[in-house]
């Protein structure tokens, strides 16, 4: 991390220093191995054309088969993936949303099935299947249907912020020599509130099983394949416009790259796409390095990006070169970057921008199950093992949600751990030591409970309301808006004593019903 933006010597025109000037002596090995790995996998994909209908059929095929044996979810999934390698124009295109009009009918999704066959009929559908997919229109009208039963879009609390839309314009961000960035309340803000929505900077995948929409990782819906492509699909036509970074990874060997390295070159490819060339990119990179200012506001994607450069960033130990170097190897195989990094000049930009994006993802950037992604504003946030935020993810997006009452001037935390933080404050410290280097002070680590106030708690109706009725096995059958009710009563009356079992307890049951 000391080499990073370092220059052979101290003129505007010297390049930057070679990172990887060690590397063939340190890691001869490893280098030659990721070489040739790299060239294995460009000459892999040179050879697999991009559209193929005998692949496609295949998938159908296989498809039909899943759907007779009414798997149709997995069906589902397989003609989506005919649906990437139809030929662009072509019957397979017809035969892919017409199967998968019939998994969504079967599947009771009635709208998303009229969805597909609107785009089977608008695509090269042959007469004889005219008939059938208006027959399975026609069933589809037939069913009454309800919109109680669709998901209900989360919504802000309060009015966007002018300046950052994705928080509420009760926040602002602030800056101090104790906790550096962050966000505190600017009046009195209630429990309940959803006081942050952010689309991810970056999000990937982390299986390619699973189709979802490459731009906002949607995992069920009418997905639209790349005109291009076999390796992409996307929820909307809108999404499909608003991706600005696969018009430089399209049909390149980067969809067959591992997630983690993924993860980090989507980071680089975002960065590309958001200036004119790559001259804007080095001066606007390099403006960041000398001045540490928040950019006024992020309502495009280079303010974003410009945001994303500010993060704070951890110190990586001296073996992450090779990790740079593999990443470096891995992007410079991807065209769109090979023209844009021309020179020796640029290339060696590239490395030390490579190791500034690994430093800014290692420190900020969360995993789920499914997967990895990064948000800009979120990661200003604090840690508390007692936060008086919940922040979950939907998609490549984040929320942010009071689970105590925030009283103005006071600071917004939110859980570094996940399910770490049933962890004792021994192994929690370790933890946030070793991966973000610093000690937790609040009042779970720190405790400052009262006997007397948990007993308390323990006699409140609202808890006793709880505890008789919340059953995690029967979720679904329950009268959850009662308990959220009784849950954001309980938080308010108390949540503003320190930590206990108690208001955790009632925390968690509150989280798992939003």
Not at 313 to 333: C, G, H, R, T
Request: hydrophobic share 35%; proline share 3%.
């Amino acid at each position: 991390m000391d080499s990073l933006w370092r220059k052979e010597a101290n003129r505007v025109e010297s390049l930057y220093i070679n990172l990887f000037k060690s590397t063939d002596s340190q890691f001869v090995d490893e280098t030659k191995k990721w070489d040739e790995h790299v060239q294995t996998l460009k000459s892999k994909h040179s050879e697999v054309p991009a559209k193929n209908n005998e692949k496609s059929s295949e998938l159908i095929r296989k498809g039909s088969e899943l759907f007779c044996n009414k798997q149709f979810y997995h069906a589902m999934e397989l003609y989506t993936k005919a649906l990437c390698y139809a030929e662009v124009g072509t019957e397979n295109e017809s035969m892919a949303f017409a199967s998968r009009a019939k998994c969504f009918f079967y599947m009771k999704m009635y709208q998303q099935a009229m969805t597909d066959i609107e785009l089977a009929l608008e695509a090269n559908c042959p007469a004889e299947m005219i008939v059938k997919l208006e027959k399975l229109r026609a069933d589809c009208r037939k069913v009454v249907i309800s919109n109680s039963n669709e998901l209900t879009e989360p919504k802000r609390s309060f009015t966007d912020d002018r300046n950052f839309p994705c928080i509420a314009n009760t926040l602002t961000i602030t800056n101090n020599t104790q906790f550096g960035r962050h966000l505190v309340a600017k009046c009195d803000i209630d429990v309940g509130q959803m006081v942050l929505m952010e689309q991810s900077f970056a999000s990937v995948a982390k299986s390619d099983e699973q189709m979802t929409c490459y731009n906002c990782l949607t995992e069920v819906a009418n997905f639209i394949a790349c005109s291009k492509c076999s390796d992409v699909v996307f929820c909307s036509n809108k999404c499909l416009e608003e991706n600005l970074v696969h018009q430089l990874d399209c049909n390149t060997p980067y969809h067959r790259m591992h997630c983690k390295a993924k993860f980090t070159i989507q980071t680089i490819l975002i960065a590309v796409a958001a200036f004119p060339n790559i001259d804007d990119l080095i001066e606007c990179v390099e403006a960041g390095e000398k001045d540490d200012v928040l950019p006024e506001s992020i309502t495009d994607l280079q303010s974003k990006y410009r945001l994303y450069l500010r993060l704070k960033k951890l110190p990586l130990n001296a073996n992450v070169v090779l990790d740079v170097y593999k990443l470096f190897k891995s992007i410079m195989i991807i065209p769109s970057i090979e023209r844009a990094f021309d020179s020796e000049g640029k290339q060696r930009f590239l490395m030390h921008l490579i190791l500034h994006h690994l430093a800014i993802n290692v420190t900020n950037a969360t995993e789920s199950e499914y997967t990895a992604s990064i948000g800009t504003v979120l990661s200003l946030l604090n840690h508390s093992c007692a936060p008086n935020l919940y922040n979950y993810s939907v998609d490549n997006r984040k929320f942010c949600v009071t689970i105590r009452p925030v009283k103005k001037g006071e600071q917004l935390f939110i859980s570094y751990l996940g399910p770490d933080d049933e962890q004792t404050a021994k192994q929690r410290q370790h933890l946030l030591k070793t991966k973000w280097n610093f000690e937790c002070k609040c009042d779970k680590c720190e405790p400052r409970g009262q006997i007397a106030d948990s007993t308390k708690m323990k006699l409140d109706p609202c808890f006793k309301f709880i505890q008789r009725t919340f059953k995690t096995d029967q979720v679904d059958n329950m009268n959850t808006s009662a308990v959220k009710k009784k849950c954001i009563k309980f938080l308010t009356k108390y949540g503003h004593l320190p930590f206990s079992n108690e208001l955790k307890y009632i925390s968690d049951i509150y989280t798992t019903l939003i």
